[in-house]
């Protein structure tokens, strides 16, 4: 405002002032979210307490830029560039007003460029929204988003179980419970109908886009443009992906709030963690997999749970995929089924899995830090002493203050029951 550069918005005040809050609110949550990362860093960098302490102080307190570590590890997850928002818009409460019309249509009056003239959008919704707004221009249409109080939504009212249940995120359903149940079985169908889908209509897009470049080489610019403008769009494609994505959350959450039927408790794998396989696959098997679907079950996970009062427990999810959970050894998993040779029990991958996870919650070796490393000697060591009859007991100095120091999240009795069950 010294310099006068918002003179060149051309828009009034109460407009812009609360579009470069909002982005200002933007940088401060990302660099929140790359200081939650970073914290996790300090705790798997070291086991010394005092150098543990002084690092997450200085993180704390936004002195990281004079540590060395601290400013590396910043660097790299603080991801700061260029802002590519330019289709949106906020505007306050008071700067709006809903009304009605004649034909029980609902329009939203905001204000323009010009003053004392308002700019009318027409809603295709019943309900007056409330609060600041956010405008946002896609494809030709306008999309108003705002928030709302999710204690007074009718979902929230549900109540919760009352027992602690293992879940375990799968592709063909959503997720798979220590009991058994599978919750949110279309999702497999739904990401496999929409790969199949995308990787005919590249096909064809890719075509049609050669048709197109061998056009221009010619010098035939009309009939390049015209396939451009006609055959290679992006609403048509924008509208299908906005619409898949709704199917997949609705098909998510409706799992989620499946298992918070049964569970006063969720045990679950910590799904914001980056996981690094070591096959690559090729475009049509990572469509398949969906990667952006662990996010979203992520999301839903902690949202139900705030939502209707029951609590989620992360715990290391490190070879639960892997591990009877009878005996404990490490067998090969062959697609939905795990092969234990010790036990002679082929058992389903995904139920082992939950019931493994359900254990984690009151592992008292095996944190929700614990290096996948680290992991695996535990539960080799202890299919050892299962093997031999000796008891699976360690208690050693070191593993005895590791126990001390981090202990699992959440180790309830009721979780311990289920265990022994």
């Known amino acids: 405002m010294t310099d006068g550069t918002h003179e060149r918005f051309g828009l009034l005040a109460n407009a812009w002032k609360e579009t470069v809050r909002d982005a200002i609110a933007d940088m401060r949550a990302n660099m929140a979210a790359a200081t939650a990362q970073v914290r996790r860093t300090i705790n798997r960098r070291t086991s010394d307490t005092t150098e543990r302490k002084r690092l997450l102080t200085a993180l704390r307190s936004g002195c990281w830029a004079t540590d060395p570590f601290l400013a590396r590890q910043m660097r790299k997850r603080w991801k700061r560039g260029r802002n590519r928002t330019y289709n949106q818009i906020v505007v306050r409460a008071d700067q709006y007003n809903v009304a009605v019309d004649a034909h029980g249509n609902l329009w939203l009056a905001i204000p323009g460029l010009q003053r004392r003239r308002l700019v009318r959008i027409p809603l295709s919704t019943i309900v007056a929204p409330t609060g600041t707004l956010r405008l946002m221009l896609r494809g030709g249409r306008v999309e108003v988003h705002y928030q709302t109080d999710a204690s007074q939504l009718r979902s929230s009212q549900r109540p919760c179980g009352k027992r602690t249940i293992g879940v375990d995120k799968g592709y063909t359903e959503a997720l798979t419970d220590s009991d058994g149940d599978q919750h949110g079985r279309l999702l497999g169908e739904i990401l496999s109908s929409e790969s199949d889908r995308l990787r005919e209509r590249n096909r064809r897009r890719a075509r049609i886009r050669s048709i197109a470049n061998n056009a221009a080489s010619r010098g035939d610019h009309t009939k390049a443009h015209r396939i451009r403008c006609n055959n290679l769009g992006t609403v048509k494609r924008s509208q299908q992906a906005a619409r898949h994505r709704a199917r997949v959350r609705t098909e998510i959450f409706t799992a989620v709030h499946r298992v918070v039927d049964k569970a006063a408790t969720v045990i679950a794998e910590d799904l914001t963690k980056r996981f690094v396989g070591r096959k690559t696959f090729g475009k049509n098997v990572n469509r398949r997999l969906a990667a952006w679907t662990k996010g979203v079950t992520a999301e839903a996970l902690t949202n139900v749970s705030e939502r209707r009062g029951s609590v989620l427990v992360h715990v290391n999810a490190a070879y639960t995929s892997q591990a009877c959970h009878r005996c404990g050894s490490l067998q090969r998993r062959s697609g939905d089924r795990l092969h234990c040779k010790p036990c002679g029990v082929v058992w389903q991958a995904d139920v082992n899995a939950?019931?493994?996870?359900?254990?984690?919650?009151?592992?008292?070796?095996?944190?929700?830090?614990?290096?996948?490393?680290?992991?695996?000697?535990?539960?080799?060591?202890?299919?050892?002493?299962?093997?031999?009859?000796?008891?699976?007991?360690?208690?050693?100095?070191?593993?005895?203050?590791?126990?001390?120091?981090?202990?699992?999240?959440?180790?309830?009795?009721?979780?311990?029951k289920q265990v022994e069950h």
Request: net charge positive; proline share 8%.
């Open 354 to 416: 939950a019931i493994n996870i359900l254990q984690r919650a009151v592992d008292p070796d095996i944190a929700l830090h614990t290096p996948h490393l680290r992991v695996k000697q535990i539960l080799q060591d202890r299919t050892d002493r299962h093997r031999t009859r000796l008891p699976v007991q360690d208690s050693s100095p070191v593993t005895t203050e590791r126990r001390a120091k981090h202990p699992n999240c959440s180790a309830t009795s009721n979780s311990r």
